[in-house]
């Protein structure tokens, strides 16, 4: 189960979705400069990447669900 590519892309995305959120929630925290720069455009690749992220999920899912 572990080894299947599949679901090793989708901790992957997972992952990125977290990083993506760390960055803005501390750059948010920080204020300044780069968050007046940067929080709308983190807050655009968080959402494409949790959107990428759902569907290698549900993909996964389905194809499991299958056999």
Known sequence: MTSD???L????????VLIILMIGIGSFA??????????NRL????IIAQAG???II?????LHSKG
């Open 9 to 16: 892309i989708g901790v992957l995305a997972c992952f990125v």
């Open 5 to 7: 590519p599949i679901f």
């Open 43 to 46: 807050m655009r690749y968080r």
């Open 30 to 39: 920080k204020g300044g400069a780069f968050n007046r720069k940067h929080s």
């Open 53 to 55: 992220a759902v569907i």
């Open 58 to 62: 549900v993909g996964y899912a389905y």
